[in-house]
């Protein structure tokens, strides 16, 4: 089992530019969360994805949109990127409870 | 308003002594009560968790007790290694609702 894996593993944009961040799990939860970490500031929840074909923002959704594929894969999207994207992007997904299981993250930088 | 707080953004422990980490909540509604250790570079790994109707969970060298009339909690390490030295977060939820609600980490350096 890979568990949660998140693609790529580094990116650097230019202001405006787009991109998607993957994600996948193959521990068959049903939720799936996208987080950003930036310093002093925790994790924050971007949007969250409770079930297969649902989505919901989280505390820091201005200037993302997110798509849950499938019950495997849940995808974030900057459309036109700012430095303020700056950050690190961490997915995470669980099953019963509420004990998350987290990816090794993508580092994204906006110039 | 932060509903979760680590409030000492860093501590320094020597290998074999104590290591007690903290943090605070603010909202009563919390049931459920997480901590996940950081490597730099790579993503939080789970670490121990406790829920509401307890006041102590233990698991090897790691134990976390629960004030639910303070609204604490704190991660103990007995006795701290050097790979110990990370970055702590505790997380709050609802049990409800599978949301985790983070607080901000606190480093902990293991020193030989």
């Known amino acids: 089992n890979a568990g949660v894996t998140q693609t790529p593993k580094f990116q650097v944009l230019k202001t405006g530019q787009s991109m998607t961040l993957q994600c996948a799990q193959d521990?068959?939860?049903?939720?799936m969360y996208w987080y950003r970490q930036d310093p002093g500031m925790g994790l924050r929840l971007i949007y969250y994805?409770?079930?297969?074909?649902?989505?919901d923002k989280g505390e820091v959704p201005n200037g993302y949109n997110v798509s849950r594929l499938n019950k495997r894969e849940f995808s974030l999207r900057l459309e036109s990127a700012a430095p303020s994207q700056t950050s690190v992007y961490f997915c995470?997904?669980?099953?019963?409870?509420?004990?998350?299981?987290f990816g090794p993250g993508t580092r994204l930088t906006v110039l | 308003d932060q509903q979760v707080k680590q409030n000492s953004p860093s501590l320094s422990v020597q290998e074999g002594r104590i290591s007690i980490l903290n943090c605070d909540y603010t909202?009563?509604?919390?049931?459920?009560f997480l901590w996940y250790k950081k490597y730099p570079a790579e993503g939080p790994t789970f670490l121990i968790s406790?829920?509401?109707?307890?006041d102590k969970n233990e698991d090897g060298r790691f134990t976390v007790f629960l004030n639910k009339s303070a609204k604490h909690l704190s991660l103990h390490i007995v006795p701290s290694q050097p790979g110990d030295s990370a970055v702590y977060f505790c997380?709050?939820?609802?049990?409800?609702?599978?949301?985790?609600?983070f607080g901000t980490g606190t480093r902990l350096q293991v020193f030989p």
């Open positions: 909202n009563s509604m919390f049931d459920y």
């Open positions: 995470a997904s669980t099953g019963s409870g509420s004990t998350q299981y």
């Open positions: 521990m068959n939860h049903n939720s």
């Open positions: 994805s409770a079930s297969e074909g649902t989505t």
């Open positions: 406790i829920s509401s109707i307890k």
């Open positions: 997380a709050a939820s609802r049990l409800a609702t599978d949301k985790l609600i």
